[in-house]
C-alpha cells in the first residue's frame, strides 16, 4: 500500500444519501470510519412546510439510525414512540395525513425555531447530531431551499403529496428539483470533496431518481463529483430486480426503464467509478467496474459488513486503477 | 317576575375569566346557561410565544376544561396527558421550562398554523371548541394582541418567565398589560355587553391583578360594563383570606393589600354591583351588595351550584334594586 493511498484512508468519505436504505449503509460506515471523517450528505428535496414546521424526512431519518432511535419496523420515526399529538390534531379538525410522532415532534419545533431564528439547517442538523451523540457529520445537501416536485397522470404536486399522501398511485411523468441549480452546495461538503485526502464517495442505495438525482443536481455538485481524484462508487438498491423498499420498481416501469443494475449504472455514468450490485442479478453493467455482494441489510452486522465492503471497493479502485473514461470526458 | 326580567333571563350571560380558578365557575355556568347563550370572555394577557408556537394558556384551560378534557389534577393541561414530546425536546436542547403535553400540543400547532395563515384567535377558538362539543362561546377578550408584563425585584420580565419559570418568587412591584389601551375589545364580547337582553356579567373567581384587570384594560371593555344595564357581579377568590391556587396572597402581600374580600370589593369598585364572597371571612364589605356562598369548587356539582347562586344573585339584584351609586359616576 502506497503512503498517498494511506494518507487516503486517514481521509474524509463522503456519503451521499436520501432517507431509509441509504439510512442503513451509512449507519454501517458510521460503525466503521472513526470520528468526524464520515460525512454524510443528505437530500433535503424531500423537506416541506407542514402544520407551519419544517420537515427534513432524510435527514430525520439518517439522524434517528445513527442515534440508534429510529423506529425499526418502519424505516422512518423514532422507536418507542406515541402518537397522542396526532390523535388530538385529528379532533380539532388538523392534517393528518403526514405521521408526526410525539418524540419526532421535538425535532420539527426545535428546528422550525431555530430556522426562524436564522440558524442555518446544517448549523441545527449538527448541534441535534451532537446532543443525540452521534460523530459522523450529518449535513443537508444544500442550506438553500431545494424542493422535489413530481409531473404525474393526476397533475403536478410537490413531493410528500406524491409520496405520503397519494401513496405513490398516480402515475410518474417527469421530476423537477426546483431551485437546485442557484443551490450552493453545503460548504461542508464541497469543502469534504474538494480536499485532496478524500479517501473516496459513497452513493448510497437510496432511490436514485428521487433521493440521489436531487444531490447531484444542487449547484456545483456533478463538477464536484466530476473532478475529485477520489472514487466515486454507488451501491445499486435493486435486489432481484426490485427494491428493498419505496416506490423505485414502479416509478422505473413507468418510465419505461429495466429495473436492472445496468440500467443504474448508467442513470449514475458520468459521475461513478464503480457500482457494487447484489449477487442476485444476473446481469453485470460491462461498461464499468462492478462489485458483486449481498447487500441486503437486515441486522447491524450486514450494514456493518456491507460498509466495509464498500470502502474496499473503493480502495482497490483508488490503489489498482486509472479513472475510467467516462469521469475524463 | 315581569316580562322585562323575563327575556333578560333568556338572554347572555358573559363571563370574564382568567385560567383555572375562572374555567371552574364558567363549568359551572355552561351546565346551567343553553346553547351559546354563555358568553366567555377569556384573558389573553399571559399569551405568548414560546418554542415558534402561540400559547394561550387561559383560553386552552377554559376551552380544555368545557370540554371535559382538562387534567383535573392541576387544572391547566389534558387528561390522560403523555410527556414524550417535552423529553425529546429536552434531550436534543429544547426549552424545557413551559410544561406542554403530547396532546395539548396539538391545539398549539394547529392554531400557530391558522394564526400565521390569517385567522383570527376567535375564529380559531370558535372552531376548535366547536371540534370539541362546546356550545358556550369562549372567546379572547381581544383579537389584538395583549401582554401581561411585571416589574419584580429582579427586573422586568413577561408574565410567563416570571409566573411559570420564575415561579413567582420575584417580588412583584408592578404590572403592565402591553397595548392593552389600544387593543379593541372582541367584537362578539363588545356586541353581547351592548346589547339590552344581557342578563349579568360575572367576575369568574380568577386572580383580579394578573387575570381579570387585563380584560378590564382592554379597549372600551370598563366602559361597556359601566354603560350596561344588566348587573356586573364578581365572585371573590378569597377563601379563608386565601387563594384557593396560584400567587394571588403572595401578590397582595407585595402589594400591601389586605387579603380580605373587602380589598377584592373595592378593587372592582367602579364595575361590580355586587360581590359574592365566602362564608368562611368574617369581615363583610359594607358598601357593596353582597351574598354569602361556599365557593369553594371541588366537584362539578359544587360549580353548577356556585352557576346557579351567582345568577340568582344578579337576578335579584337585576329585579329589585337600583344599580348601586359607583355605576352612576
Redesign the interface.
Known amino acids: 500500500m502506497t503512503g498517498s493511498s494511506r494518507s487516503r484512508h486517514g481521509g474524509n468519505v463522503v456519503a451521499l444519501c436520501g432517507g431509509i436504505g441509504g439510512a442503513k449503509l451509512a449507519l454501517g460506515l458510521s460503525k466503521v470510519i472513526a470520528d468526524e471523517r464520515l460525512v454524510v450528505a443528505v437530500n433535503t428535496g424531500d423537506d416541506f412546510e407542514h ?3 419544517h420537515i427534513s424526512p432524510d435527514v430525520d431519518t439518517v439522524t434517528y439510525t445513527l442515534a440508534g432511535i429510529a423506529n425499526p419496523e418502519t424505516g422512518w420515526g ?1 422507536a418507542d ?2 402518537w ?6 385529528g ?4 392534517e393528518t395525513w403526514f405521521q408526526l ?7 420539527h ?2 428546528r ?2 431555530r430556522l ?1 431564528a436564522g440558524d442555518s439547517l446544517s448549523e441545527i442538523t449538527a ?2 447530531r451532537a ?2 451523540g452521534i460523530s459522523a457529520r450529518i449535513l443537508p445537501m444544500s442550506d438553500d431551499p431545494v424542493r422535489t416536485h413530481v409531473e404525474t397522470d393526476a397533475g403536478p404536486m410537490p413531493f410528500q403529496n406524491y409520496f405520503v399522501e397519494r401513496k405513490c398511485e398516480p402515475e410518474l411523468r417527469s421530476i423537477r428539483f426546483v431551485s437546485a441549480q442557484s443551490a450552493r452546495v453545503q460548504p461542508d461538503v464541497a469543502r469534504a470533496l474538494g480536499n485532496s485526502d478524500l479517501r473516496c464517495v459513497i452513493i448510497c442505495p437510496s432511490n436514485p431518481y428521487l433521493s440521489v438525482d436531487p444531490i447531484l443536481a444542487v449547484g456545483a455538485m456533478r463538477e464536484l463529483l466530476r473532478q475529485t481524484r477520489a472514487p466515486v462508487v454507488a451501491v445499486s438498491p435493486l435486489v432481484d430486480g426490485q427494491t428493498v423498499k419505496g416506490p423505485m420498481s414502479k416509478i422505473m416501469r413507468e418510465q419505461d426503464l429495466e429495473a436492472r443494475h445496468a440500467t443504474i449504472a448508467r442513470h449514475y455514468d458520468d459521475v461513478i467509478d464503480g457500482l457494487m450490485i447484489d449477487s442476485s442479478d444476473d446481469q453485470i453493467p460491462n461498461h464499468i467496474s462492478t462489485t458483486v455482494e449481498d447487500t441486503m441489510m437486515h441486522s447491524l452486522d450486514d450494514k456493518v459488513r456491507l460498509a466495509r465492503h464498500v470502502l474496499a471497493f473503493a480502495d482497490e479502485i483508488s490503489a489498482g486503477r486509472e479513472l475510467p473514461q467516462a469521469r475524463r470526458a
Chains 1, 2 share one sequence.
Open positions: 402544520l407551519g414546521l423514532r414512540e406515541t397522542n399529538f396526532m390523535e388530538s390534531l379532533r380539532i379538525g388538523g410522532g410525539d418524540r419526532d415532534l421535538a425535532l419545533v426545535e422550525t425555531r426562524r448541534d441535534m446532543r443525540l
